[in-house]
C-alpha cells in the first residue's frame, strides 16, 4: 500500500475519533458493495472511494476482478489514520491493486477527475460539525449550486456534492446515503441542482427487512448517477429481502431486469419522483389538494432543557409541596400514551406506576416573589448547575418555561410505535416527544371532525410522504412537514369540513 501515512495528517484526537466512529462509521456489507462496484465500473480503470474506511468497496471490487478476470485498479482515501492502519495490518489491502491515502476528502480532496466513484461518506449529522468545517461546506455549496443549502444538511451530503463535482464527463458514481438525502428541508435544492446536471440512472431503497444496516436507525438510500445529460425517467427499486444475489444481478443487465424475487422494480417520472421524494413509494397523482394547515397548526411539543428538574412525579410535587399554580399537566414520553387518547384515566395510570405528569412552570417572575417552596427548589435547581445547562441558559430568568396553551390534538412524532394522533381530553402540554394540533376553530364539534379525518388510515398513509424515515421503519415529523400532510377530500367531506371555500393561510368558515 502506498502513501498510508505519507499524506500527513495526524490521526484526530481518541476521543473526537471515537465520536466519529460511533456516528460516522457503517460498514456497507458486501452485497450492497457488490451492486454499487458493479455498477461504477463499465468502461473504467480504476475506481475511487474518498471514505474507505475498512475497504468494504475495496474488498467487492477484488471479488469481481477475480470473477471477471479484470484487473479495475483501486484508489481510496480516508481521514482516520488507525482504521487505515487496522486495514493494513489485517492485510484487507493489497499493495498492488489499490493505493490507500490519508487525505480529507472535504478539506482537500484530489486534485484530478474520476471516471467511477463509490462511497458509503460519513453519516455526521450538522450539529457535531464544527463552525469552520461549516464554512468550508457552504463553499463547497456555493462553488456547486450557486447558493448554499439549509445548514441541518449533513456531511455525507457534501460529500455527494464533492464527489459530483470530480465525476469525470461520462463517468459514473455510487452512494449509499441516509434517506434524509432526499427527505430533509435541503433535499429539494440539491436535487433540483443534481438532476438538472446529470443523469440520475437509478435509486435503490430498502424495506426495513432489508436494510443494510440492521443495528443503525438509518434508512439507506443508494443513488446510481452518471455523468451524462439528464433523463425525464429513472428506475425506481425497492430491495425486500436481504443478503442475496438479485441486486447484483439487476445492476449487472444494465437495468433490463425487470423482475426479480426479492426486488420491485419500477419506472417512474423524474418529476413525480422528486415530487414524492426519492426514498418514498410513488405516489398515483390523486393527491388531495387539502392539506392539515387548511384546518389547523403545528407546533413542537415543549423543551424544557432538564426533564429531571423540570418535569416531576406526582409524589415528588407533594413532597415538596409546590403549589398547583406552578404546576401543569403534562406528558413527556410517546410510549406513555398508549392508543388514541390521553384523559384523566390515562394520568392516573402514570401517576400509579411513578411516572411523571406535572411540567413544573414557572413564569419570569424573581426567586424572592415565589412562595418559599418553590423558591427552595429553583435554589436547589441553581446548586445542580440548571441554569448553565445549553437550552437553559438561553433563557431568561433560566427558569422561565415556554408556553403553550393545551392542545386538542397532540401528535406522537417518533417512536418504533406507528406515529399516530392523539385526542387530549386531559388538557395536558406535552414535551418534544410530541406536536402540538391546534384546530383553526375551538369549536368542539369542529375539533372532533378534524379528529375524525386524522384517525383515519387514509390520512395517516399520507405520513409517508411528509415524514423523515428511518431503518427500523420509525418516522419523524417536523411540524412544518405535518402541516403539509395531505388529507384525503373525500374524507373531509364525509365529516362534513368545510373544505369549500378556504383560504390557504385564513381561519375557514367555523363548522356548520
Ligand atoms: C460510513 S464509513 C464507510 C466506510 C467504507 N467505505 C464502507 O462502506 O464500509 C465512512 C468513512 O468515512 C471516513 N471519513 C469521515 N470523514 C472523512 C473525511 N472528511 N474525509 C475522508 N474520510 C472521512 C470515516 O473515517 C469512515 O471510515
Redesign the pocket.
Known amino acids: 500500500m502506498k502513501n498510508l501515512i505519507s499524506h500527513q495528517k495526524l490521526p484526530t484526537e481518541w476521543s473526537e475519533r471515537e465520536k466519529?466512529r460511533e456516528k460516522?462509521?457503517?460498514?456497507?456489507p458486501d452485497w450492497v458493495?457488490q451492486a454499487m462496484v458493479l455498477y461504477v465500473i463499465e468502461d473504467s480503470n480504476m475506481v475511487f472511494?474518498?471514505?474507505?474506511?475498512?475497504g468494504?468497496?475495496y474488498s467487492a471490487l477484488r471479488r469481481i476482478n477475480q470473477q471477471n478476470q479484470t484487473s479495475v485498479k483501486f484508489y481510496g482515501?480516508?481521514?482516520?489514520a488507525e482504521?487505515l492502519q487496522e486495514g493494513e495490518d489485517e492485510g484487507l489491502f493489497e499493495p498492488d491493486t489499490c493505493d490507500i491515502e490519508l487525505?480529507?476528502?472535504?478539506l482537500d480532496p484530489p486534485k484530478r477527475h474520476f471516471r467511477s466513484i463509490v462511497?458509503?461518506?460519513?453519516?455526521i449529522r450538522h450539529h457535531r460539525l464544527s463552525t469552520e468545517l461549516k464554512e468550508v461546506l457552504k463553499q463547497i455549496s456555493l462553488k456547486a449550486l450557486g447558493h448554499t443549502i439549509d445548514a441541518r444538511a449533513g456531511?455525507h451530503v457534501y460529500f455527494l456534492i464533492q464527489a459530483l463535482l470530480l465525476l469525470e464527463r461520462n463517468g459514473k458514481l455510487a452512494f449509499i446515503m441516509p434517506a434524509d438525502t432526499c427527505e430533509g428541508v435541503f433535499a429539494n435544492k440539491l436535487w433540483q441542482w443534481i438532476t438538472r446536471n446529470y443523469c440520475l440512472e437509478c435509486v435503490i431503497a430498502f424495506t426495513p427487512k432489508a436494510t443494510p444496516f440492521p443495528n443503525v436507525d438509518t434508512n439507506a438510500v443508494v443513488f446510481l448517477i452518471k455523468n451524462t445529460e439528464p433523463k425525464e425517467r429513472i428506475i425506481w427499486v425497492k430491495v425486500c429481502e436481504p443478503e442475496n444475489r438479485d441486486l447484483s444481478l439487476f445492476v449487472q443487465s444494465k437495468f433490463g431486469l425487470r423482475w426479480a424475487d426479492s426486488l420491485r422494480i419500477l419506472g417512474r417520472s423524474l418529476n413525480e419522483a422528486l415530487r414524492t421524494g426519492l426514498s418514498r413509494d410513488p405516489s398515483d397523482g390523486t393527491m388531495s389538494e387539502y392539506t392539515l394547515f387548511d384546518f389547523a397548526t403545528v407546533m413542537r411539543g415543549i423543551a424544557t432543557g432538564g426533564n429531571d428538574f423540570f418535569f416531576l412525579t406526582r409524589e415528588e410535587s407533594h413532597k415538596r409541596a409546590i403549589p398547583p399554580e406552578f404546576l401543569r399537566l403534562a406528558i413527556g414520553r410517546t410510549r406513555d400514551v398508549e392508543g388514541s387518547y390521553v384523559d384523566n384515566e390515562t394520568i392516573n395510570r402514570l401517576d400509579s406506576r411513578g411516572r411523571p405528569t406535572l411540567l413544573f412552570a414557572p413564569d419570569g417572575w424573581r426567586i424572592e416573589e415565589f412562595p418559599i417552596e418553590v423558591q427552595k427548589y429553583l435554589r436547589e435547581g441553581e446548586s445542580r448547575g440548571l441554569p448553565t445547562k445549553p437550552l437553559i441558559s438561553s433563557r431568561k430568568p433560566w427558569y422561565k418555561m415556554e408556553h403553550r396553551e393545551a392542545p386538542p390534538i397532540i401528535f406522537a412524532y417518533l417512536g418504533r410505535r406507528n406515529a399516530r394522533f392523539v385526542r387530549n381530553l386531559a388538557g395536558v402540554v406535552p414535551l418534544t416527544g410530541f406536536l402540538c394540533v391546534y384546530p383553526r376553530s375551538k369549536s368542539q364539534e369542529y375539533i372532533e371532525r378534524l379528529w375524525q379525518v386524522l384517525q383515519h388510515q387514509e390520512t395517516t398513509d399520507n405520513l409517508k410522504l411528509v415524514a423523515k424515515t428511518y431503518g427500523s421503519g420509525a418516522i419523524k415529523v417536523e411540524p412544518r412537514s405535518l402541516e403539509r400532510l395531505r388529507l384525503p377530500a373525500h374524507l373531509l367531506n364525509e365529516y362534513s369540513l368545510p373544505v369549500q371555500g378556504i383560504m390557504r393561510g385564513l381561519e375557514p368558515k367555523l363548522w356548520p
Open positions: 466519529l460516522g462509521q457503517f460498514w456497507t458493495a472511494d474518498p471514505a474507505v474506511g475498512r468494504a468497496f482515501s480516508d481521514i482516520d482504521i487525505r480529507d476528502f472535504i462511497a458509503n461518506p460519513p453519516y456531511l
